[in-house]
């Protein structure tokens, strides 16, 4: 995950903000005691997003109080009490960001391998204490990831395509959030969407990067808008698509009933994923006006 799904700060109560932070620093704390202190690295906001959800459709009460730090150790910070509630959350990470740097070292040249091998030999042996707690996730993402794979292999020009397996993953990942069978479809839903809404938004975000080192990117296959620069067409298209997704993911979303952290979910969802978006746009513009300022 890629730390796209994260709050709108400036329409967030203090309150709030410091309850989200709670909950960040609480799955930072889960991750280092069930899955060692290097796992503890690959915390982001996007899977904060998915602890959050976690939580808050959960019956029990959730407590919080003044702890530690690794980060900052000499002063204490809220964080959730007993934060057993995000296992789930915690081993759903573990298990893609393995799969994560596998897929990452495939698309690597030989000496840009080194560092994901280096990443994927810390996370080993969280992924197989993960895998064994849900094998069937584990599975089911592995074979997402190899469709995956062969999509970019075979250069897919087609953004619903190439952005089925990562919206399948978080699709299934989301739905082992409930036992609900109809909160279970609810969820599924509202994953394939975000999933979808992820990819998309980082496929966007590395445009440039892609396209200097001839990498896969479905929103520049067979487009020359990108090839002077130019990519207020792949803009276009690309936000377009975003709308798209971000209006059917707040359609399943209110179908959700949660038992608390609305307001902070409600954040994220109608504001934090948008603007999240529109900061890649302004970041692209403020290079375009520089080159041709230049």
Same mark, same amino acid.
């Given at each position: 995950?890629?730390?796209?799904?994260?709050p709108f700060k400036p329409h967030m109560r203090i309150c709030e903000f410091e309850t989200y932070n709670a909950v960040y620093c609480g799955l930072c704390k889960i991750l280092g005691k069930n899955y060692g202190l290097m796992s503890r690295m690959t915390l982001s906001y996007d899977f904060a997003f998915l602890g959050l959800m976690e939580l808050a459709l959960k019956d029990s009460e959730t407590e919080f109080e003044p702890q530690r730090c690794i980060v900052h150790p000499l002063r204490r910070k809220s964080c959730i009490k007993?934060?057993?509630g995000l296992d789930y959350t915690a081993a759903a990470a573990s298990i893609l960001i393995y799969n994560k740097i596998t897929d990452d070292i495939a698309d690597k040249r030989f000496l840009g391998k080194l560092p994901p091998l280096i990443a994927k030999l810390a996370a080993t042996k969280?992924?197989?204490?993960?895998s064994a707690k849900y094998p069937e996730l584990s599975e089911y993402i592995s074979e997402q990831m190899k469709q995956q794979n062969k999509l970019e292999a075979e250069n897919c020009k087609s953004i619903d395509r190439a952005s089925e397996p990562s919206s399948n993953i978080l699709a299934e990942i989301a739905s082992y959030l409930s036992k609900d069978p109809n909160e279970k479809r609810i969820l599924h839903r509202f994953g394939y969407l975000l999933g979808r809404f992820i990819y998309i938004a980082d496929?966007?975000? @590395? #445009?440039?990067?892609?396209?200097?080192s001839r990498g896969f990117n479905p929103l520049i296959v067979g487009d020359s808008a990108?090839? @002077? #620069?130019n990519i207020k067409g792949v803009q276009k298209k690309t936000e377009d698509s975003i709308n798209f997704t971000l209006?059917?993911?707040?359609d399943t979303y209110v179908q959700l009933e949660l038992k608390r952290f609305k307001p902070i979910t409600d954040n994220i969802v109608y504001l934090g994923l948008k603007n999240s978006f529109y900061d890649l746009i302004k970041k692209k513009e403020a290079k375009i006006k520089l080159q041709e300022e230049g």
């Open positions: 995950m890629f730390g796209y799904v994260k007993s934060p057993d969280a992924y197989k204490k993960a496929a966007f975000d @590395d #445009l440039e990067k892609d396209f200097r990108i090839h @002077d #620069l209006g059917a993911l707040a």
